[in-house]
């Protein structure tokens, strides 16, 4: 009973330290998520230096300055920024999984799927094993789901991924010509024959064979290429997707073929041994193209550590060459963190099923591996097979290490990378360094006088245009506008011949309609004041077309005499003042905030107008009006010869003659409106632009951002180049902000 509890709680224990490990790897994920965002940005400001670089090699003529703008190469930067981009995507995959990952990798026939059915409790059915030929046809990832039955899910090669990770590798290796287009163009065409040279090379033609398996077979696995992914399938389909054959040995599947991985979910044996999962990769040894490099790719990117497993013979055994191939290759998937710092060989002691023992052998290899450079973090002789030596010689080994040591290994990792990511950092600080020396401006500013000269004539003219405008328009200021008054005695004129009053006949019908002369005179109110108050609603047109007469007489001198129109080329009005606005850098705040408030303000009928002439439509209002339809006018009773209807289209005649009238009056109360208020906003713009203290100079300062465009002749090409500094100096900036330290620190 003791030695139970305590096999529980250290399970437990493990099971809440990898839940820990997995907790701990978010903050980096997270980090490493902000670096990678920040080394795109990096490498977008990067492009557009080297885009500014190449424009500029066509547009300057100094000589110098070409040949230190052809120094700056950031080709090579940029490739070390692409190449991080992937490793950084991958470690960041790694640091966000759910669970933490083991690979089982061996040879063929070496007892690697006796050792993951004996960890998940799966059977040959669903992890084929075998003594005689290679069983396994794909990889698979094996999760554990105490609360399910178990089920797979399968990923599918498309046609165009199939075409160019299995088929166009073995065109290429060997030497067979074009590879197919298409999956049709690779069933119709008979495959190539192999070339001369390789037709006695054993292991060519090996390969070879292994093409001619896809060609053959394809008709058995090639609407497999079209299914969606992933296919959930059942626990007993499993096998005709992962394996090569039937548990009796019969070669009939061949959908693993058209398979990219499959996922198994299942209850493990163990539950308590946390959030891990087991990947089962095919065999080695076999002469299909691809496995190598698939086997690579698997571990950088998936694998947190690796169980090799080697099953001496019981015969006497060695290290061979191909265990250190496989070694080697496995080495490869990790330059960052050698692989003896997350693996362990597994030498498999088989002591059932009457095959001879061979612990004698395991021992023997077990002292020679170092000898051969196969260097494992620890080497374990257990029987595969066996399921409760797995878990405690093997498993609970191998994760009581990793609980130990995979948050420094992650930490290793992170910290390579990070070395690369700051000798990207300091190469791009020469370049950078080049960059801002590139183009060294004179210090003479022998076009300056000529600037002041021009400047001070401009100045002048434009103080005086506007001026005289100013006269002009305190002239004009407390008379009519002709525009607006055309405008309201047009909305009058509609009101008076077009009423809108119902005849006689409508008036009756909703009388029948509302069952009541009271409820259908209330309607005709209603109806007559809403169309007589939308008749002035294009008033809004005409003051918006008074006030737009009166920035178009500004902008006319600004482009007349301020020689402005290049800056706001096919715009008038309004639209030129807020053109020219943006033009304004932010600090000029003076001179931008008298182009922002001419261009922005605005008349409107609703806000000068409607409140003034809403008033006197109460009279069309039915519980505000003057004209009542007394009681008796209710009965339908005709009284002195007029009828009810009558009586209610001569309250609606007076009533809205009324209306018109006073709106008419107060209307022409508001004709000079227009005038005063276009005199108004283009004194606050006088004010702003030429009144204003330190006005003056912030016209200076703008004209030299733009001399170029008003005085091309004098400045084109002079401060042209000017420009292309200013912009060339705004982008090397640009880089130097997204090469901060801080930004691309993965590590704190």
């Known amino acids: 009973m003791v030695l139970a509890a305590q096999l529980n709680n250290g399970a437990t224990s493990r099971a809440n330290q990898i839940i820990q490990i997995l907790q701990k790897r978010r903050p980096l994920a997270q980090r490493i998520e902000r670096v990678e965002s920040n080394l795109k940005t990096l490498s977008v400001a990067l492009n557009q230096l080297e885009k500014q670089r190449d424009q500029l090699l066509t547009r300057v003529d100094d000589s110098g300055t070409l040949g230190r703008l052809r120094e700056i190469d950031c080709t090579s930067i940029q490739r070390s920024i692409n190449d991080e981009l992937s490793v950084l995507n991958n470690l960041k995959a790694r640091f966000s999984r759910n669970t933490l990952n083991i690979g089982v990798v061996g040879r063929a026939r070496q007892g690697k799927s006796r050792l993951l059915q004996s960890l998940t409790g799966l059977s040959a059915e669903e992890i084929p094993d075998g003594d005689d030929q290679h069983c396994t046809g794909v990889r698979s990832n094996i999760h554990h789901n105490r609360d399910v039955e178990t089920y797979g ?80 399938i059942s626990q007993h389909e499993i096998r005709e997707y992962v394996a090569q054959d039937t548990i009796d040995r019969r070669r009939i599947y061949f959908k693993y073929l058209a398979v990219r991985e499959v996922k198994i979910v299942c209850p493990f044996p163990n539950p308590d041994i946390g959030q891990i999962a087991l990947v089962d990769m095919p065999g080695l040894g076999d002469t299909g193209i691809g496995d190598t490099e698939r086997m690579i790719k698997t571990l950088g990117q998936d694998i947190d550590a690796v169980l090799f497993v080697r099953m001496p013979k019981s015969t006497g055994d060695f290290w061979a060459k191909e265990d250190v191939e496989l070694y080697d290759m496995a080495n490869t998937a990790l330059t960052d963190l050698p692989i003896r710092e997350w693996s362990f060989m597994v030498l498999n002691h088989v002591k059932s099923s009457g095959i001879t023992d061979n612990y004698k052998n395991c021992q023997s290899l077990a002292e020679a591996i170092q000898d051969k450079h196969i260097n494992v973090q620890d080497v374990i002789i257990a029987d595969c097979a066996d399921a409760q030596e797995s878990k405690t010689a093997i498993l609970d080994r191998f994760l009581s290490y990793l609980t130990q040591r995979i948050e420094v290994l992650d930490r290793q990792y992170a910290s390579a990378c990070q070395e690369r990511i700051t000798q ?84 009756e019908q909703k009388n029948y309609a509302a069952g009541a002369y009271q409820s259908a005179y209330a309607e005709c109110l209603h109806e007559v004041r809403t169309h007589l108050s939308k008749q002035f609603l294009d008033l809004d047109d005409a003051l918006k077309h008074s006030l737009e007469t009166a920035k178009s007489r500004v902008v006319q001198i600004l482009i007349s005499k301020g020689k402005l129109g290049k800056l706001a080329e096919d715009c008038q009005g309004s639209e030129y003042l807020k053109v020219i606005a943006a033009k304004i850098p932010d600090n000029l705040e003076g001179l931008r905030l008298g182009f922002e408030t001419l261009a922005t303000f605005d008349l409107q009928y609703r806000g000068l107008i409607q409140h003034r002439i809403r008033k006197y439509l109460d009279v069309l209002t039915p519980n505000r009006t003057k004209y009542k339809l007394d009681d008796f006018w209710t009965q339908a009773i005709p009284i002195g010869g007029m009828s009810s209807t009558q009586k209610i289209r001569e309250n609606l005649q007076k009533a809205q003659a009324e209306a018109v009238n006073n709106c008419e009056k107060e209307l022409k109360t508001l004709l000079k409106e227009p005038s005063q208020a276009g005199f108004a906003i283009v004194e606050e713009f006088v004010d702003r632009v030429l009144r204003a203290e330190g006005v003056k100079d912030e016209w200076q300062i703008f004209l030299q951002e733009v001399a170029s465009d008003i005085w091309p002749d004098e400045f084109g090409s002079v401060l042209e180049l000017t420009q292309f500094r200013r912009d060339w100096m705004q982008v090397v900036e640009q880089v130097e902000r997204s090469n901060q330290t801080e930004a691309l620190s993965l590590l704190r």
């Open 424 to 507: 990207i950092q300091r190469s791009l600080n020469i370049e950078l360094n080049k960059a801002q020396q590139a183009w060294k401006v004179s210090s003479s500013n022998d076009w300056f006088p000529e600037f002041l000269k021009l400047f001070g004539s401009l100045w002048k003219n434009l103080t005086q245009e506007l001026e005289k405008l100013l006269s002009s328009m305190i002239s004009e200021r407390d008379t009519d506008d002709a525009n607006f008054k055309t405008a309201v005695d047009a909305a009058i004129k509609n009101c008076r011949s077009k009423a809108g009053i119902p005849s006689l006949a409508e008036i």
């Open 153 to 232: 899910e399968v990923f599918f090669h498309t046609e165009r991924t199939f075409l160019d990770e299995v088929i166009t590798p073995y065109y290429e290796q060997l030497r067979l010509g074009s590879r197919p287009n298409s999956i049709q163009e690779f069933a119709d065409s008979p495959l190539p024959e192999l070339p001369q040279e390789l037709k006695n090379q054993a292991l060519a033609f090996a390969k070879y064979e292994h093409l001619l398996k896809y060609h053959l077979y394809l008709p058995k696995y090639f609407s497999c290429l079209s299914e969606p992914s992933p296919r959930r």
